[in-house]
């Protein structure tokens, strides 16, 4: 019987190497890793959130460490030449879109301790301003820790919902494409602020949806 061979790309190989290199503290791919993620973050963190330079820099150092951790406890490893992640599974992205996505979690963390910097156009930066909003449920909601059934929800959702917001959450949640960016790839919405209004909306019904369903799964 033929072997299936499955081909790598220069991006996962260079990755399973630094993340297999940062396992082993080898100081030189630890710094190479460091570099790696810092020119990611300060070119897309502005299209994933709002924070001035120094909160971002504190966010950055903050999802370093995190991740960091999380090659030292294994929950993400180096097997075959690939990054594997949750139920022994390859990252569906690259180690990169794994980083934002910690950083978004630091950065719900951060506003919870500095809500005044909440922005105000944001969902969660209104219900901060307005109710008090717990963010570390938003966090539990968004990312589950123990089945990883709420991600699984989620994209569910986003599939099933208008093709306008599956566009648009996929563009900037999965593909953490910025909003500029975004605007010129759908050329019918006219601006930057009806982008962002229709991207609250549908993050709104999302959330929404997700919350009912996951609250039904947990009752059956």
Not at 31 to 53: H, I, Q, T
Not at 113 to 142: C, S, V
């Amino acid at each position: 019987m033929a072997k299936t061979i499955q081909m790598r790309t220069p991006q996962q190989e260079k990755e399973a190497r630094l993340v297999a290199g940062m396992y082993d503290k080898n100081r030189k791919i630890q710094s190479e890793l460091y570099a790696y993620c810092s020119k990611y973050f300060w070119a897309n963190y502005r299209g994933v959130f709002f924070a001035d330079e120094e909160s971002a820099t504190e966010i950055f150092q903050n999802t370093f460490i995190a991740m960091w951790e999380n090659i030292e406890r294994r929950k993400i490893y180096v097997s075959d030449g690939r990054v594997m992640g949750k139920n022994n599974e390859p990252l569906s992205g690259s180690i990169l879109t794994y980083f934002m996505g910690i950083a978004r979690i630091k950065y719900l963390e951060w506003v919870r301790e500095h809500p005044a910097y909440a922005d105000p156009e944001t969902e969660m930066g209104r219900k901060i301003k307005e109710e008090g909003f717990d963010a570390q449920q938003y966090i539990n909601m968004l990312y589950d820790s123990e089945d990883n059934k709420m991600l699984d929800i989620i994209a569910d959702v986003i599939s099933h919902m208008s093709e306008r917001c599956c566009e648009i959450l996929s563009k900037f949640y999965y593909e953490e494409k910025d909003l500029d960016t975004i605007l010129l790839e759908i050329p019918t919405i006219d601006s930057k602020n009806a982008l962002k209004t229709k991207k609250h909306k549908c993050m709104e019904s999302l959330r929404i949806s997700a919350k009912n369903i996951y609250c039904n799964y947990l009752n059956s």
